[in-house]
Each structure stands twice: as C-alpha cells, then as structure tokens.
C-alpha cells in the first residue's frame, strides 16, 4: 500500500490550509485513515481519523473544531481542512492507513500499517 500526502506550506497564523492523502494498493480496498503530526522535538501525536465509513470521527482536543477530517471513497483520498491556524499546529503532518472497514477509528501510532511521508506545515506568527 502506497500512501502519499500533499498540501503542506507556509501560512499566516489565523489562515488556512488543506493537505490530501491518498492510499492506493492491491492489499485491501477500504482503509481506515488517520492524520498524525510532529512537531520539532515533540512525539507524533494524532491530530484526526475517520473510519471506511466516515461515521466514529475522532479528533485531537488540540484541533477540535479547527480542523475537519473528510474523506472521497472512490478517489481513495482523504482530506485534512485546517482552519484558524497556530504556530503550534506547525510541523510535519502524516497521513497513516490501516486495513480496515469497519465503522471504529484508532489512535495509536502502532494501529496503523502504512505511513506517507509527510508534508510540512510551517504556521508564521
């Protein structure tokens, strides 16, 4: 499975941002996806997950009604909104996938399979 992020930059605190993420691969069809950050010496820590079904979203306190997580099925793509941006949301946002088609979301690192790249968020203040 291939998982690749886009969307990352340098914006003004206050701003706004959208990555995507798309999983593609012959393993499985349905994937629980997940966004997960690191900041510059901190933990990667889990910002949002949505399941197959799009139904048990989860969200980190920290970004609780900021950010949306939303997803397309058939683009296989799922999407990261980021409003109202700190310099703390700065850092290198993740995209994660696991195997999953049911309706329950995770949030540990070790739940997921597959893992992008990342892409960098610089917040400015």
């Known amino acids: 499975v291939h998982v690749l992020e886009s969307g990352g930059g340098v914006v003004q605190a206050g701003g706004s941002r959208r990555l995507s993420c798309t999983a593609s691969?012959?393993?499985?069809?349905?994937?629980?996806m997940a966004w997960f950050r690191q900041g510059l010496g901190k933990e990667r820590e889990i910002v949002a997950a949505?399941?197959?079904?799009?139904?048990?979203?989860y969200y980190a306190d920290a970004v609780k009604g900021r950010f949306t997580i939303s997803r397309e099925n058939a683009k296989a793509t799922v999407y990261l909104q980021m409003n109202s941006l700190k310099p703390a949301d700065g850092g290198v946002y993740y995209c994660?996938?696991?195997?999953?088609?049911?309706?329950?979301?995770?949030?540990?690192?070790?739940?997921?399979?597959?893992w992008g790249q990342g892409t960098q968020v610089n917040v400015t203040s």
């Open positions: 994660a996938a696991r195997c999953y088609a049911g309706p329950l979301h995770y949030t540990r690192r070790r739940d997921y399979d597959y």
């Open positions: 949505i399941p197959w079904t799009g139904g048990d979203i």
């Open positions: 691969g012959r393993t499985c069809s349905s994937f629980l």
